[in-house]
């Protein structure tokens, strides 16, 4: 069996690398596939889709483990060229030996407890008639 890479055919060379023979199973098999996985805080870089007038969507500029370079990135970087925010966050880091990735966690969690807003507002929802629900949207 031979395992297809994307650098296996000819693009490689039009992207400016040497093509890649083809990976065999075996070759695949002994390639160090250990993924290390680990819970950091981190601090999250954020600003507004729309820096003009901010009436856009989060998005998220940049994940740092170190406070101070997550505060330097952020000078400038929002709306009106103010600072952009700066949110501390627990990320789950994969690790492997040529690449680290962040994923949110926190969107991941199916049994999280409601917080309490969430339970106020589920209170106020059950006193409402079928009929209000209907008014409102809900």
Not at 19 to 25: F, G, Y
Request: glycine content about 10%; proline content about 4%.
């Amino acid at each position: 069996m031979v395992l297809s890479t994307p650098w296996s055919d000819g693009l490689a060379g039009v992207l400016g690398g040497m093509p890649r023979a083809p990976i065999t199973d075996l070759q695949f098999l002994k390639t160090k596939t250990l993924i290390e996985a680990q819970l950091v805080p981190v601090h999250v870089v954020h600003t507004n889709s729309d820096l003009n007038e901010g009436r856009g969507f989060r998005v998220d500029l940049a994940i740092c483990e170190d406070e101070s370079v997550a505060e330097g990135l952020a000078k400038g970087k929002g709306v009106f060229g103010s600072d952009a925010g700066v949110e501390d966050k627990v990320y789950l880091r994969l690790t492997h030996d040529d690449w680290r990735a962040y994923v949110d966690i926190q969107h991941m969690w199916k049994g999280a407890d409601p917080t309490e807003e969430q339970r106020i507002r589920a209170a106020a929802l059950e006193k409402l008639t079928p009929i209000e629900r209907k008014v409102l949207g809900v």
